[in-house]
């Protein structure tokens, strides 16, 4: 077979596929842990074995209490990440096109991207109230930078003949962005909106950790910070295992779009 | 009921733990929902006497519980509020596993003591400890380390630090596991210092009647947890947003410990403000409890 | 071949060209061209490695403004690109990489000339037929060889049926016989439509044999050494074609008299 | 003057240079501040002018309380980066060239980077204790993913050419990755660098208001903390006007690096 | 020019090639080629536009694994590219955009050879002097003109001093003294070194004036349609010159008969 040799390909003679030898070091991961906790004779106060963290999850999701919970963090996340996409995409654009969009990105990245979003919890509880919309905003606010940063980046390294052809083609600056600025730094904005996704996640867990805004739909920070009032290991580490494997779906789902578009494309080696 | 005098909305905002218990029961039995069926009751949960306190000043709460020293601040900074009631009165513990640790002159400077907030009683407690023992309110400043209960649990456990002053259900769960009583927070100040239930002066003014049913409601509900811990417990271990997984049997010996009682009646304003004003963490003292208090418990407290 | 119409389409006055970098500025490349290009004519560009071909001709196209003089199009003072001047870039990278070679013509007949989906497939199927790329229609650009991507950018630029073809090295990586194939193209459709064409290329012959006029550059900073009138010299076999084709190379010579020094090869046989 | 006119070059006869039009907008950023707390009639407690910031920031920068916090954070924040940028660039560099690598980052990123530091303090704790060491801990955990992720997007999408020609010269694996990815990549590399920066702040301030070392050496979270703690708006929002300066400090010293190297390079347009 | 020795250092046993993406394959590129290269000599491969010579030689320079068959190289099957096959590629981006061009050879000789700097920069300036770029020794490449982009390719592949000079349309890009010159400093060095070259090219010319042995492709799936022998024409005027030529052309033009519409246009004058 003609491979192209850029990688190593004598000793690609024979592989596992892909999904067996991610189980393959996910198990020896779960066997170091579980001989970690037996061993180590740590407090199993301080630190669940994964058949503790397997029983508190089955436990829970039986009772109602996990999916309710997951549902409610993957809401706020959703919702919040929609709106930073957007907003990161437009600031990007802006920046693109008007000297006035670049200084304000630069200014607000600088500003604001630094900023904590536990340290503006409660000036946003002030504006959104005891709700969601509080955290929604602060995932939004998470999300946005490296979006924003990461297209910026994109559409600045955008080869010139590209440039060149479509301003030969003359395009509107919509018909530009939509149609070839997107796609063309679609490597940098993916990995914007892979981190992103981990961001939010952070946020929305963070938030929901410190801050205990429930009522009565807690999400999966509260969730944990609950098992953690209560002193319940198991249910603590039943929580970010739960957050864990969404990561690997939504990690999943990321390869698979990078294979239909910047993989298919030549622009990215494959995985 | 009379729904007249009432509010369109009314959010309570509350701490999750064992003095949720009469907040639980208030919101399950929808009392306030049937009495005031026009007004839309909110119930939400925060997990600290900040949070409770900036939930008030941007009017996204109304009636609020937290302990005496973060009320105080507000009030110190010129917040309007007022105390509706007490919830209850709470002995916490200072605990050690090491048995070298008997009293506070037995702490070195790297012998880390936590407590759950810079602000919190159990700060004030023990600057006020440290004033009585060892001469000097803050000689064991360096010491203090703010850390969640569940946290600081976890920490003293392992040892990453050498004592801890929370309270209930933890306290309980460090003496079964090895732990021993440095210092008893009634020994310092007395058995004082509450949780407290707070509304605004000026909303009080405007819904006098609603504000004296509600107030009815909490004293009503309150004694039927002092008296009922079986079906306290319950709710608790049905609430999960405030109680959170535990079991009845456990609520039900928390409940029945002598450490947390339901009390109506504020006390330790006056000696909290008055210690609290000696070491700089506020500006000025109540004349009387009186100046704290609205008239469903006026002159009742200290 | 006829005479083009007497009517200048394209005029430099003065023109000088450098380029900026930030705040610094390069050496002059180009100083004081005047020319002027009539309407229907084939207008070729030759000139050392490195004197300013590519320079003058993104001049001509918008891509770069001028440092002193002025470039007009139609009588127009030209600003910016725009698709009444399709340009064929000299490097390789001017396909959209995320879209097939198809797509990519499709999508310039859509966005410039508002074609229905189905019109602009034929058109674009006719266009690639002729250069012959049709058989790479679906594949991704990074699919191609040099040559290919070549020819599909220049189908590209003949669907747009613009005013001014500006070609720059279009049949560089072309083989004999496919470089052969497609100057006859050109020729058929500047006769079918009577399009300007500016064409930049390192091939004397070339310039000779497509070309009404030559423009000969000389090394940098460039200046015209000489306008050479070509129209007559069609036929390969005339005097006339011969003639030119000494001139110029004894033009280009002389910028180059130093390069040489060794024996001295026939250029018009070995290229 | 030759401007390339990649953007609005019309538009660009008169600029301020680039600090005025930053500061200019920090200035009606500020007053629209000061406006909306003077006017709105939103209470003091809860946000604080820009004129009580600015004494609350003299005050406690004289007192010498602000200037120690900032130290403290800085130097969690430096420790932690600089371990957190090692581990990033080995693990996208072991990406690169072992298929174990690769699948043992696929792994790690998506299993940990969703996991807020917040959330995996109380083990941090047990495994480092109540020191510095924790908050160092979740930095590194915190800024290891954009790093990495951010690398080894930039290493895969590094041109064939380019790669083909490293191979050519023979290259050991340390080699390339020094001296051909390491560049190659630069662009993204900067972007995750950025990135992890910003997301680093957040983890040493959310950690240090979590979990507030308090005592002579608290940070600058544990500055906001207290001041939140203690209801003092003033203090809280010079806290944060620290953290965003600190912020555009070090946005102009990634632009001062972008410049002297992917711009002057060519893989980056000029801001 | 003499005969090269009578010894074989590339051999190619009925290789075939063909490009892999991800696990679909591409049909068949290059089909049961033979061939057998002789120490010290000029091996020229041409053929019709994207027919398979990029590919072929690729295969050579060990970029591509054979899918059947083997390339060996001096006796040994090519596993991987290395310096001695120093490589020239056909698109503009193989100088490493991030050194000066000076820096590019440096680099390469100090990697290759361990050259000292001030030895390697000696023999850098010498290459770039030989191939008329040295003043544009210090520029970035992104700065350089394409024709400028190939020759100092060429000037780094040269400097090297390798065993086998693999060269795809290195002068493609160049006008037509440029080329000539760069020809004849190919022949000097060739003579001076014993280099064995293998160039593509899509020039008859070219190929029978600088080759000993000229691989004529058939269209694609590519096999081998005659090796010719032209070591005996290399003076231009000799009636074998012209026979050789004229036998090239036909091969080609026979691949390429449907392309064929109009006039035939002497192949060994306009190109
Ligand atoms: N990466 C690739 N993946 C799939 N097919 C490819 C790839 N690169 C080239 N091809 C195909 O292989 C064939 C030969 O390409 P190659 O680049 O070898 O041609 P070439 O003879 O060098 O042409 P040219 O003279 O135009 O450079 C073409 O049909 C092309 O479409
Ligand atoms: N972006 C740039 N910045 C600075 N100088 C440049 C830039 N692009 C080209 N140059 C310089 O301008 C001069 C002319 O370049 P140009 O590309 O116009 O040459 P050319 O005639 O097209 O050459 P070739 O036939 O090799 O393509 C060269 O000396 C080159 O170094
Ligand atoms: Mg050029
Ligand atoms: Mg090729």
New interface residues.
């Given amino acids: 077979m003609s491979v192209p040799l850029f990688r190593t390909a004598e000793k690609r003679t024979f592989t596992f596929p892909g999904w067996l030898r991610y189980i393959l070091i996910g198990a020896i991961f779960l066997i170091a842990w579980q001989l970690y906790v037996s061993l180590s004779g740590v407090s199993q106060l301080l630190i669940a074995s994964p058949l503790a963290t397997l029983q508190a999850l089955i436990a829970d999701f039986a009772n109602g209490q996990l999916p309710s919970a997951i549902l409610v963090s993957l809401q706020n996340l959703a919702i919040g990440m929609g709106i930073g996409i957007v907003t990161g995409l437009i600031l990007a654009s802006l920046s693109t096109f008007s000297r006035f969009g670049r200084d304000l990105l630069t200014v607000l990245t600088a500003v604001f991207s630094p900023l904590p979003g536990i340290a503006i919890l409660p000036l946003t509880m002030l504006w959104f109230g005891l709700s969601s919309s509080a955290i929604i905003f602060v995932v939004v606010f998470g999300s946005v930078w490296p979006i924003s940063a990461n297209t910026d980046t994109g559409f600045r390294t955008i080869g010139t003949t590209t440039r060149m052809v479509a301003l030969n083609l003359g395009l509107t600056r919509l018909q530009t962005v939509r149609d070839i600025f997107l796609p063309a730094a679609l490597p940098h904005i993916l990995s914007g909106l892979r981190l992103a996704w981990a961001f939010g996640w952070r946020t929305v867990v963070g938030a929901e950790i410190v801050f205990g805004v429930a009522g009565s739909n807690g999400g999966l920070g509260w969730y944990i910070n609950n098992a953690r009032y209560f002193l319940n290991p198991p249910a603590i580490f039943a929580g970010l295992v739960v957050i864990s494997l969404l990561g690997v779906l939504l990690d999943t789902l990321f390869q698979f779009i990078e294979q239909q578009t910047i993989v298919k494309w030549g622009m990215k080696q494959a995985q | 009921g009379s729904s007249s005098n009432a509010p369109t909305s009314f959010t309570i905002v509350y701490q999750p733990g064992l003095g949720a218990a009469t907040f639980i029961i208030l919101k399950n039995q929808k009392t306030l929902e049937k009495q005031f069926p026009d007004t839309k009751i909110q119930w939400d949960i925060v997990n600290s006497g900040s949070a409770v306190r900036e939930a008030v000043i941007s009017n996204q709460g109304q009636l609020g519980t937290l302990g005496v020293p973060p009320f105080l601040v507000g009030w110190d900074r010129g917040m309007d509020w007022r105390v509706l009631l007490a919830t209850s009165r709470s002995d916490s513990w200072l605990i050690a596993i090491n048995p070298r640790f008997k009293t506070l002159k037995d702490f070195g400077p790297n012998d880390k003591i936590g407590v759950v907030a810079p602000d919190a009683q159990q700060a004030i407690v023990l600057r006020k400890a440290a004033q009585q023992q060892l001469g000097n309110a803050h000689a064991l400043d360096r010491n203090l380390v703010a850390i969640g209960s569940a946290d600081g649990e976890q920490a003293l456990l392992s040892g990453q630090i050498a004592a801890q002053l929370s309270g209930s259900p933890f306290q309980q769960r460090e003496i079964a596991a090895g732990g021993h009583v440095v210092l008893h927070t009634k020994d310092v100040f007395g058995p004082v210092g509450a949780g407290l239930t707070v509304l605004s002066q000026s909303f009080y003014n405007q819904y006098p009647s609603f504000s004296k049913t509600v107030y009815q409601d909490l004293v009503n509900e309150s004694t039927y947890v002092a008296n009922h811990h079986t079906e306290a417990a319950q709710a608790l271990a049905a609430d999960k947003a405030s109680g959170g997984g535990g079991s009845v049997a456990q609520f039900k010996s928390l409940l029945d410990d002598t450490s947390l009682v339901f009390e109506k009646t504020p006390s330790g304003l006056v000696a909290y403000a008055t210690f609290m004003k000696s070491i700089g963490l506020i500006s000025k003292v109540p004349g009387s409890a009186n100046d704290l208090e609205l008239p469903t418990v006026s002159g009742t407290g200290n | 071949m006829g005479q083009p119409d007497k009517e200048p389409i394209v005029q430099l006055s003065h023109v000088?060209?450098?380029?900026?970098h930030?705040h610094a500025?390069?050496a002059t490349i180009l100083e004081d061209v005047t020319l002027s290009i009539q309407r229907g004519e084939k207008f070729m560009i030759?000139?050392?490695?490195?004197c300013?071909?590519?320079t003058l001709i993104?001049?001509i196209?918008?891509?770069?403004?001028?440092?002193q003089g002025e470039v007009t199009v139609n009588g127009v003072p030209v600003?910016?690109?725009?698709?009444d001047?399709?340009?064929v870039?000299?490097?390789?990278?001017?396909l959209?990489?995320?879209r097939t070679v198809l797509d990519n013509i499709v999508?310039?007949l859509q966005?410039?000339k508002h074609l229905p989906r189905r019109q602009a497939i034929d058109k674009a199927s006719f266009y690639l037929e002729l250069v012959?790329?049709a058989a790479?229609a679906d594949k991704?650009?990074?699919?191609?060889?040099?040559?290919?991507k070549q020819?599909a950018a220049l189908a590209r630029a003949l669907a747009l049926e613009p005013d001014i073809l500006l070609m720059d090295?279009p049949f560089?990586?072309?083989?004999?016989?496919?470089?052969?194939?497609l100057?006859?193209e050109l020729n058929?459709i500047w006769r079918r439509t009577g399009v300007t064409i500016v064409l930049v290329t390192?091939?004397?012959?070339?310039a000779v044999?497509l070309g009404h006029h030559v423009l000969v550059l000389s090394s940098s900073p460039a200046r015209v050494l000489e306008i050479v009138d070509t129209s007559q010299a069609e036929d390969?076999d005339s005097p006339a074609f011969t003639a030119h084709s000494l001139h110029l190379?004894s033009l280009?010579?002389r910028?180059?008299k130093d390069?040489?020094?060794?024996?001295v090869?026939?250029?018009?046989?070995?290229?």
């Fill in positions: 000088s060209l450098a380029y900026q930030g500025q390069s030759i000139g050392p490695s490195g300013g071909k590519t993104k001049a196209g918008g891509f770069l403004k001028a440092r600003k910016k690109p725009g698709p001047r399709a340009f870039f000299q490097d390789f990278e001017q959209f990489a995320w999508y310039a966005v410039t012959d790329v790479a991704y650009p990074h699919m191609l060889s040099g040559g290919m020819r090295e560089g990586a072309l083989d004999a016989i496919t470089r052969n194939q100057q006859l058929t390192h091939s004397i012959q070339e044999f390969l190379q280009l010579v910028q180059d390069l040489i020094r060794e024996q090869v026939p250029l018009s046989i070995v290229q």
